[in-house]
């Protein structure tokens, strides 16, 4: 038994000593990038005790840097009388750099050709010379940000033994009542809070991604334009986790309105995506030289676009859209939860009570939005030209959805049943009455099945490996078949006469130990979606 417990204790610790490993490797590694944030630290504070000295700025040129832009500086300083010296170094860092071309012109126009300004020598070193000091501050939080990194390894380290060496208590391992019902009024403020986040999430990521695109594109029909001149066009690539991405940068000159700018927006739809070619096609359609029209915005000339239209980058924003729907949906479900715990009286009141169906159209309404933005993003990646897993999963999950709106659709022909039921104040034991009326064509139909339903609705919560989980569940407790017939003249109308079962509940509102009644129609059609409908009562408790 001993070497049973030693062995069982051994198999836990083994994922904490990987976890754990993992850790230290991760806290020596940050070690390194400590080292070398503490070298540019001390040469930044070496620096400040270089001796001013006066310059002349003799050239600035921009310099392609890979995905970036670099700004050479170029000049002349007289350490000592009779000696000139050149230098091109910026600052702590060799080069002056930006991303975009924009940024780096206008760091070239600070510094033209002729320009006299103050840089500073190494004294122990005169042909070492920069012309702007290195702020402490930067280095200083980049320090800061560096001791970070270790101290995330060394929690990856220590957390995985905390309460291992303590004393377990075992829970018991036979539970008659794994589910619980939850409180009332938890699941409902739980669902509407959870649906909440994606909602709002889901509004927040759309704005950039297409909402102002789309503003922009409808502003731009009012812009003036401008002739432009490419002055550098390349494809960035941007390294990620799960590979990297590219986007095409293309920047031009203009002039508008007796002044000159530089502008980098192709669309108004920006990001990378996967897929190099497409990318690396629009940049060898606009190299640099070439004249084209920009499109500029007249209250700010700095805002210009060469493409103002839509494109087919603009379905990537309809992704987010999926959380909102999703969200909004389980909000919609929380705020049913709730409600009154009192019955309506007004069924009660009423000699024939007429059943209403959900429309066929609600559904359909809801899958077609659901493919539209699936198959959005399935027409994005293989614009894209992305992985061939991903076209493969989500195309085929675009398909069917897509058969789920044929489905749907075809659903919406199928007869609409008329329901009534007599009388209103019903009770578990009395004798109802049914009738229906099918409007549509019914002789498609080969079977038609009339039940009555009682269902058990529960909130409950379940403990999972990753917390808990709440559900609302629908339990039938019974099913009572009151009608089934082949016959056209029977199902097209007809009027029954059935008994509710007296030895079921009444009808009890809410998600916590509720009651629920149902009357369900279900028409067979071949070769067609079968009429299925449910229609909701009310079975009032003896007086």
């Known amino acids: 038994m001993g070497a049973l417990k030693t062995a069982v204790k051994f198999a836990d610790a083994v994922p904490r000593l ?25 040469e930044a504070k070496a620096m400040q005790s270089w ?25 002349r300083y007289q350490p000592e009388e009779g000696r000139i010296l050149r230098s091109d170094r910026f600052s702590a860092d060799k080069f002056l750099t930006a991303e975009t ?76 009542e794994p589910e619980t019902p939850k409180k009332k009024g938890k699941g409902q403020i739980g669902l509407i809070l959870f649906g909440s986040i994606f909602v709002i999430v889901g509004l927040a990521v759309t704005k950039p991604v297409l909402i102002t695109p789309l503003l922009k594109i409808e502003a731009a029909k009012a812009w003036g334009t ?20 590219y986007s095409a940068y293309i920047a031009y000159r203009y002039e508008y309105n007796g002044r000159e700018y530089i502008g980098d927006q192709y669309s108004f739809i920006g990001g990378s995506s996967s897929g190099y070619e497409s990318k690396a096609e629009k940049v060898r359609q606009h190299p640099p030289g070439k004249e084209l029209t920009v499109y ?60 209403k169906a959900k429309s066929p159209v609600w559904k359909l309404t809801g899958i077609s939005v659901f493919a539209l933005v699936w198959n959005g993003v399935v027409v994005f990646l293989f614009i894209q030209n992305a992985p061939i897993l991903f076209k493969t999963v989500f195309g085929f999950f675009g398909l069917f959805a897509l058969f789920g709106v044929i489905h749907a659709l075809l659903a919406c022909f ?37 039940e009555i339903r009682c269902l058990k609705v ?36 007809n009027s029954i006469q059935f008994t ?15 009651i629920e009644w149902q009357l369900l129609f279900h028409a067979d059609i071949p070769k067609w979606p079968d009429l299925k409908e449910s229609f909701k009562f009310l079975v009032y408790p003896e007086a």
């Open 18 to 42: 990987l976890f754990s490993g993992f850790g230290v490797f991760f806290a020596a590694m940050s070690f390194f990038i400590i080292s070398q944030q503490k070298e540019n630290l001390d």
């Open 51 to 75: 001796t001013p000295v006066a310059c002349t700025v003799e050239s600035a040129e921009i310099e392609d840097d890979g995905d970036d832009y670099r700004l050479r500086i170029v000049y």
């Open 101 to 176: 071309m924009g940024e780096i012109d206008r760091a070239q126009k600070q510094y033209p050709a002729g320009r006299k300004m103050t840089g500073y020598f190494n004294p122990q070193n005169r042909e070492e010379a920069i012309l702007k000091l290195p702020e402490l501050a930067d280095q200083r939080i980049g320090m800061g940000m560096a001791f970070l990194f270790p101290s995330v390894g060394i929690l990856f380290a220590v957390v995985p033994w905390i309460g291992f060496f303590r004393k377990k208590e075992r829970e018991p391992e036979n539970r008659t």
């Open 414 to 450: 199928n007869p609409r049943p008329e329901v009534e039921i007599t009388p209103g104040n019903m009770h578990p034991g009395t004798n109802a009455a049914l009738r229906w009326n099918l409007k549509g064509s019914t002789e498609r139909i080969q079977k038609l099945t009339i």
């Open 458 to 493: 529960n909130t409950v919560t379940r403990k999972t490996s990753d917390g808990t989980e709440t559900s609302v569940e629908k339990i039938p407790l019974r099913t009572v078949p009151v009608f089934e017939s082949q016959h056209n003249r029977e199902i097209a109308r």
């Open 226 to 245: 401008a002739s432009a001149v490419v002055v550098s066009s390349k494809v960035k690539t941007h390294e990620g986790d799960d590979g990297d991405t």
């Open 500 to 514: 509710l079962p007296p030895d079921l509940p009444p009808s009890r509102p809410g998600n916590d130990d509720g």
């Open 296 to 355: 500029v915005n007249p209250e700010n000339p700095s805002e210009s676009v060469i493409n103002p239209n839509p494109t087919p980058e603009l379905l990537f924003g309809l992704i987010p859209l999926v959380f909102v729907l999703a969200g909004a949906g389980v909000m919609f479900a929380g705020i049913r939860a709730g409600g009154t715990r009192k019955l309506n009286p007004k069924q009660a009141g009423e000699h024939i009570v007429q059943l």
